[in-house]
């Protein structure tokens, strides 16, 4: 059974309701609005929220959609369990007629987004959830969260596998996340290009590859260098990686390749001038005859550092604290408003569009919306277009959003693979400047189109 | 009950194994370094592991140790269950025996540490763990996962508390970190002093106050302003916050005034130059007669503009973002090192003192070391004083590192309110010049003694 296949299998075991429950992932303020509204009868008026960004974060190009399968997963499993409602009645969060509504909570409405691994710019309708107040207020926090964190990992990930080009990246960031965060870290950036992680959890879960060998311990564990690679070469083979800048590199690779043999699959240099190691660690390799044996890299990378190794030999990059901090930006800003709701509770009244309007930078556009990327006439994207009222018809074809849950079904999920093969696609159809590393300007402006 | 009763009754609780385990949040080198040692033997030699940092932040003048409690709790809970040895076996990530190994995995050694809201500087060993190679080796990722995100979030906060005096600091970051991340920086926060989280979760699970009314999205249901705070009023009671940046901030304070009359809580200002806005809405409010309705400011808030807010007729601080991100440093740089192991695994052998030397900046001081914070004639502290072999008579009054975990049992468990508590008075013990918000050295020094 390969690893997708063998994750697939283990999500279909249900698991258990306390740990899957996603519903006190949500602030405070969502069920006392959610109390009021109930008590005012406005919770019942028919609802469209919508997640999108003002702005990405200062000089980046394009970002990342990450984060929506996971979205769908924390909408199913949104259901209040009996010890949640006893703590929210016994912390007097909300009143009895609340806690009646949420102890039968399940959303019921329809959810149409961004399908995930797609890139987006300031106004693209992420996600758009629509139901009634009562069901869809509720969900703001989780969304955001998971939307939020997951795409601004696949952000910076997809700038590091551009920039890697064909050489592969490895995800090695986990010690430097919060656990579980660190699993979606390492999700977020395999549907960004990166070809294995060594987090064994994100392996466990969603199927994506794991990679790793030994850490400097192993060697200080031992008596010498020679025997600590001596016992790994027993025990994991001459295709392992040695990590070789415990003590003195040149000697180290020197026994390396004295106790493997030529045939030596990779060494690791972690530390010091990456550049100039790599360079004269492959003129010692091949002056050894282990020509074919890798070296990886793995010293506090990022983008920027993975560009400049670009003319070294280097076979791969091993990228941690600045892939599970987003590279600069840890977080993205996207939000969760309210566009438009029915005028009264009445079947079939009219959706009014709704937006804050107060000064400062915080307002935003009202009503339902629409998104297309149009592209040029070679096939290059060269607008994100976003509008209100019916999708043109010649902007059919290029519609963003797909369905993602109807009537409270899931009806989006898809495997990771599709996620990471459609990241691949849509930033290929962007323009070449999409993956200049310098500051500037998203590459697609956003024409709003009001109905 | 009272919610930190609450919390404790609940985590008594035994949660199902599959939810409590933490023994994939692992990277796969440890297990392969197991593997490789139990071969050669190696596993089973007595290993010293320190949790260090070499440098704070950039600017940053003290760190602060959160998680400590998390800790505890995965390490009791970093059991292999079934179906995680299965996976292992599956995609042969390890071997027979090493699977067998894994299967009757607990750890049986010793912890000491520095207690959870203490602070820290570079150098101070924060948590020793200490047992043989195999069985302390694999805690890594854990470790440095929780020990690296929740420190973070700690050291942010302590600034924004420090800044914000006597005004209490409330956090709302949950949206714009992963869904579990979020809990744990609530929890963070909350040690280094914040009074109260958004985040339901964080309240269900460790007992911190939660707090929260409503969004724009409550506002714009309705339809009219003035319906909206009626609403609000009728569920919450007039000691509630009114949110009053949706449309027009003066006319929604004045009819906040008109509908809930001069005993209104608070009033939430979520835009625009708070301090202006802040000035105006005081006088507003205290013409209309509200002299006790309160002014919450929630907008993009971190320490700078909670220092800059000072003058400002502000009673309450949200925040968000920059919290639940560290402020510009969402990780710390924390380490966990062989120091120190057996010269062979024949009982009583000496501890060998261990330590990459290669060039570079990683390298590291061998050997097991202890710490003392030295108080000045009048109590404030002056150096972190670090060193290996017995710890000096005179210092031992002011020894930092306390038993956490003895033969495998935990014996450092304390409520959060204790770390809340010592942070306080750790904080308060050091320099004045510690809670400048400008950039700078570390406030102490620490001192090395080799034995």
Redesign the interface.
């Given at each position: 059974?390969d690893?997708q296949a063998?994750a697939a299998a283990?999500t279909a075991v249900p698991?258990?309701p306390?740990?899957g429950s996603?519903a006190?992932?949500?602030?405070?303020?969502?069920?006392?609005?959610l109390?009021?509204?109930l008590?005012?009868g406005?919770a019942h008026?028919h609802?469209v929220?919508e997640v999108f960004t003002r702005r990405l974060p200062d000089g980046r190009r394009y970002g990342v959609l990450a984060g929506t399968g996971r979205v769908l997963d924390?909408v199913e499993n949104f259901r209040f369990e009996t010890?949640?409602l006893d703590?929210?009645a016994?912390?007097r969060?909300v009143?009895e007629p609340t806690l009646r509504w949420l102890a039968d909570y399940r959303f019921r409405g329809d959810i149409h987004g961004y399908p995930e691994g797609e890139v987006y710019f300031p106004g693209s309708p992420l996600l758009t959830v629509e139901g009634s107040?009562a069901e869809a207020?509720i969900l703001?926090?989780?969304i955001?969260?998971?939307l939020?964190?997951?795409s601004a990992i696949a952000a910076a990930a997809s700038r590091m596998t551009a920039a890697a080009g064909t050489r592969p990246c490895i995800e090695?960031g986990?010690?430097?996340?919060?656990?579980?965060?660190?699993?979606?870290a390492a999700r977020a950036a395999y549907i960004a290009g990166f070809a294995a992680t060594?987090?064994?959890?994100a392996?466990?879960l969603h199927g994506i590859p794991?990679?790793?060998?030994?850490?400097?311990?192993?060697t200080?564990?031992?008596?010498s260098e020679r025997?600590a690679f001596?016992?790994?070469l027993?025990?994991?083979g001459t295709g392992t990686t040695l990590l070789v800048?415990?003590?003195?590199?040149a000697e180290a690779v020197r026994t390396a390749v004295e106790v493997a043999g030529p045939e030596l699959g990779a060494v690791r240099i972690?530390?010091?001038d990456l550049t100039l190691l790599a360079h004269r660690v492959r003129r010692q390799l091949d002056e050894l005859g282990a020509h074919k044996t890798r070296i990886i890299v793995t010293?506090d990378l990022d983008e920027y550092a993975i560009a400049a190794l670009a003319a070294a030999p280097v076979d791969g990059y091993g990228v941690g604290?600045s892939l599970?901090?987003?590279s600069g930006h840890?977080?993205c800003?996207m939000v969760?408003?309210?566009v438009a709701?029915a005028?009264s509770t009445e079947p079939g009244a009219a959706l009014v569009p709704?937006?804050?309007?107060?000064?400062?930078?915080?307002s935003s556009v009202g009503g339902r919306k629409w998104a297309a990327r149009r592209p040029d006439a070679e096939g290059v994207a060269e607008a994100e277009v976003v509008g209100t009222g019916p999708l043109p018809a010649q902007l059919a074809p290029h519609a963003l959003q797909v369905p993602l849950v109807r009537g409270g079904e899931v009806v989006g999920r898809e495997p990771l693979s599709a996620a990471r093969e459609r990241h691949q696609r849509a930033r290929a159809a962007l323009p070449l400047s999409a993956t200049q590393l310098s500051k500037g300007e998203p590459v697609l402006a956003t024409e709003l189109r009001l109905a």
């Open positions: 059974m690893a063998f283990r698991t258990s306390a740990a996603t006190l992932l949500t602030d405070r303020y969502e069920l006392t609005m109390q009021a509204a008590r005012s406005a008026r609802s929220f924390a010890a949640q703590w929210l016994d912390q969060v009143d107040f207020v703001e926090t989780v955001l969260s998971i939020n964190f997951d090695m986990a010690r430097r996340a919060h656990e579980s965060a660190a699993v979606a060594s987090d064994l959890q392996g466990f794991t990679t790793g060998t030994a850490a400097h311990a192993f200080l564990l031992h008596d025997d001596t016992a790994q027993d025990s994991m800048d415990t003590f003195d590199l972690d530390s010091g010293s604290t599970v901090t987003g840890p977080t800003a969760y408003k309210l709701r005028a709704v937006a804050k309007r107060s000064a400062g930078a915080k």
